[in-house]
């Protein structure tokens, strides 16, 4: 199968910024085959348990990334606004994680963060202890993986390819 993943993000006047995850480019034969075989997309609305919002950070529940399987990884914020990440399975079921090592210390702190998710369910992002920040992979099995660049002083994971 011949597709295309793309990402694209809109800025508005109010510095917000709208994303438009994983529309897939296909070959029109094939689009058509598929689009009769499969239900039409469905829009669905949920927040992280145990989410919190603050005036202050709008953001209770921030999905960032999406796969061919319907699942979907970001992060939310707690009562002190630090941020989680989470991934939701397409049955609606969510799971909740820090990476080891992660803390959050202050308010409005980044405890993990995920970035992307691919087809394999393997998630990249980034997550903060109490010196710098570090990249992870978490693959589907929940095992998390730290990582840094050598010479680094600090991380920070933008995304992840379809072999991780």
Known sequence: MSSTMMTKTLNISSGMAIFALAM????????????????????????????????????????????????????????????????????????????????????????????????EGTIAGNYCDAVTCHGFLRPADGTFTEFDPQGALITGVTGINIKG
């Open 24 to 119: 897939t480019v296909m070959e029109p034969a094939k689009a058509l085959q598929q689009a009769s075989a499969t239900k039409a997309p469905e829009f669905v609305s949920f927040d992280v348990p145990g989410s919190s919002c603050a005036k202050s950070f709008g953001y209770c529940t921030t999905p960032v990334a999406i796969n061919p399987d319907g699942e979907v990884t970001g992060y939310y914020a707690d009562a002190n606004v630090a941020s989680h990440g989470f991934l939701r399975h397409a049955n609606g079921e969510i799971v909740t994680f820090d990476a080891p090592g992660a803390t959050c210390p202050s308010y409005f702190s980044t405890c993990t963060q995920p970035a992307g998710i691919n087809p």
